[in-house]
């Protein structure tokens, strides 16, 4: 029977709790080889083609869509591909908080989601902003191909360029590239498609260099049982809906909800006695990117800890 959770081997998934951490960012591959980095891989095709075409050359594709990360995992495991990594990641935080500066020498995006309606232009993805932040990731020369079938995004996006760094190549091509979307244009009649391919050439005003972590903090006392977790809301929203602690281990695990940039994430926090005091850490196996709400939550769970004993 076919099941639509077939995905034939983890191999290819990366989800950032035990790996390395190098400076900042998790050490998927070898520092030195060339990274290629795929945003919106949908189904797979194109990264597929890309692994089994450049086999010295690294991937890392981002994509948010469960289902489609299946089937590309499937599809990878299929045909051997060994220098291809996937993530369920939102394509902003990837960049941010997974490569490293100057560390990518191509992204490409196929199809990207265009918004189309003015009033939802906000969710497109190629902000100035988001541009700049893929601009710091790119080597000097680097290049972000985008194609897209709608015109009114490939000019929006020319609209974004100023100050960010890339000089623009634009040009109109056919179908070559086989992927689900591309087809499914094709098959609505559409030939023309409009390439963007930007290089990270020019000058740019890069934000402050920032290295991503989350603190870790220790304190002399904790009284368990007067532990009061209050969440705050704002651009930043933290709640806490639940707290165990385990007399017996003198442990306790905290776990918080962070809500930030329209994005959600889980975080347990343990608080636990250390060889002098007690310390406050992300939990083993949590995954913390290091977000702001990241940040939040751990100096929020620690000033609890100190309160609870005033
Ligand atoms: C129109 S589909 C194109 C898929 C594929 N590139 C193709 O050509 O068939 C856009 C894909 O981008 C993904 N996506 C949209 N916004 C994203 C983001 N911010 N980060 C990562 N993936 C995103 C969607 O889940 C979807 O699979």
């Known amino acids: 029977m076919k099941s639509n959770y077939n995905y034939g081997s983890l191999a290819a998934f990366v989800d950032l709790t035990g790996f390395q951490w190098l400076n900042g960012y998790p050490r998927i591959f070898p520092v030195g080889s060339p990274l290629e980095v795929e945003i919106g891989f949908g189904t797979g095709e194109y990264i597929l083609g890309l692994g089994v075409q450049n086999p010295a050359v690294n991937f890392i594709g981002f994509e948010q869509c469960p289902t489609r990360i299946i089937k590309t995992l499937r599809k990878l495991h299929q045909h051997g591909v060994a220098n291809s990594r996937v993530m369920r990641i939102d394509a902003a935080w990837g960049f941010r908080f997974v490569l490293a500066p100057g560390s990518v020498n191509r992204v490409h995006c196929l199809f990207p989601c265009p918004w189309p309606k003015k009033k939802h232009a906000k969710h497109r993805l190629f902000q100035p902003a988001f541009l700049r932040l893929v601009r710091s990731r790119l080597k ?48 609505g009649g559409q030939e023309q498609f409009h390439e963007l391919v930007l290089t990270a050439d020019q000058p740019y005003k890069s934000g402050p260099a920032e290295v991503p972590s989350v603190q870790t903090y220790s304190c002399d006392d904790f009284d368990p049982d007067r532990l009061v977790l209050e969440g705050v809301s704002g651009p930043v929203t933290v709640s806490f809906p639940e707290y165990l602690f385990d007399t017996k281990r003198n442990a306790g695990m905290v776990h918080a909800i962070v809500s930030e940039d329209q994005r959600m994430m889980h975080l347990w926090v343990v608080i636990e006695r250390a060889a002098r005091g007690w310390r406050v850490a992300p939990a083993e196996g949590t995954l913390v990117l290091p977000t702001e709400g990241a940040r939040k939550a751990m100096e929020l769970v620690f000033q609890a800890v100190e309160q609870s004993v005033k």
């Open 140 to 187: 000097e020369g680097g290049t972000l191909r985008i194609v897209t079938d709608q015109q009114l995004y490939a000019d929006w996006i020319e609209e974004q360029l100023a100050e960010t760094g890339f000089s623009l190549a634009r040009a109109a091509i056919g179908a070559v590239h086989g992927t689900k979307f591309e087809k499914k244009w094709q098959e």
